[in-house]
């Protein structure tokens, strides 16, 4: 069960915007549930610059073959031209908890 489980991380400038985007991933079924943090600091380098920031940060529970469809969802909505998104691999866990994401999140969007 865990290889079917992951953790989806997403930052994003607003708290607010992203409490909103979780809230339409959790009610379309893409992900069981996002536990938000905020603030967090971020430096990094872009445009050939270093920036330091205020941002949030959001940890996704969902399967892994849904992550297509919500990095997706983050090019299409976030405000940033390359939104941070990457899924990290469950090892282990409350087998439970693990069937209860699965049970809240849908089967993967036939592409074809």
Do not use: K
């Amino acid at each position: 069960m865990s290889t079917q489980v992951c953790e989806v991380v997403i930052t994003a400038a607003d708290a607010g915007w992203l409490v909103e985007f979780t809230r339409g991933l959790v009610a379309d079924r893409l992900v069981a549930c996002g536990q938000h943090i905020s603030p967090i600091r971020s430096v990094y380098r872009w445009d050939g610059e270093v920036q330091d920031d205020p941002e949030a940060r959001v940890a996704l529970h969902t399967r892994l073959s849904l992550v297509p469809e919500i990095v997706a969802r983050a090019d299409r909505d976030h405000p940033y031209d390359v939104p941070c998104v990457f899924a990290l691999p469950i090892q282990a866990g409350n087998p439970d908890y693990l069937a209860w994401v699965v049970a809240e999140t849908r089967e993967p969007t036939d592409p074809g």
